[in-house]
């Protein structure tokens, strides 16, 4: 099985980081392969709402990293996205990082609703949020970031095995050994 995991967290041995790892050490100790990829090292220039993705099915602006993630995402069988939340939402650069993909993840029907073009795809979607539980998911912190990861690769054609939210991040900073086991049965699911 080949599975891509987008790290959005700009920390490398943060509280995502480190869940993410976990979900790959698993995936691979059962003959997975995987593509671990750090968001924000990626080279995107930002989408400028052209739309002429939608017809050229390729994006108009000059190659960048948003190509290869994005053929990495369709050869892929499984894909795992972590995001620390930012004002209830994800990340700045995995949202640039979606919007320059918009035209090989989904496609507008004849109806006018979105197409998936990425079907029978499985993934799993990691959050954490300073905001302690269970107000990160009452207050839609770490909950919000979950919503919008679920809008993009939802519509996408992904179905979602599994949630993984941490809350109280600011006050508890670590993953625990229990969080670093149900990053690994989640993991599983793919």
Known sequence: ??????????????????MLC????ELQARG????????CKLQVR????????????????????SQRVMKLLQECDGLIVGSPCYWGNMTGQLKILFDRMAY???????????????????AIIVSTSTTPWPFNILFKQSAGAVRAI???IGW?????????????????QGVTAREIAKCKKIARKL
């Open 150 to 152: 679920k809008e993009v």
């Open 46 to 65: 930002p989408c400028i709402g052209c739309m002429k993705c939608r017809s050229a099915k390729k994006c108009v602006l000059a190659e960048d990293d």
């Open 156 to 172: 996408s054609g992904f179905k979602i095995m599994g949630v993984m939210q941490k809350g109280g991040t600011h006050m508890k």
């Open 32 to 39: 997975d392969q995987v593509e671990f990829i750090d968001v």
């Open 104 to 122: 090989g993840m989904l496609d507008d029907s004849s109806h006018g609703f979105p197409k998936p073009l990425l079907k029978g795809k499985r």
């Open 1 to 18: 099985m080949k599975v891509v995991v987008l790290n959005a967290s700009p920390r490398p041995k943060g509280n995502i980081s480190q």
């Open 22 to 25: 976990a979900m790959q050490e």
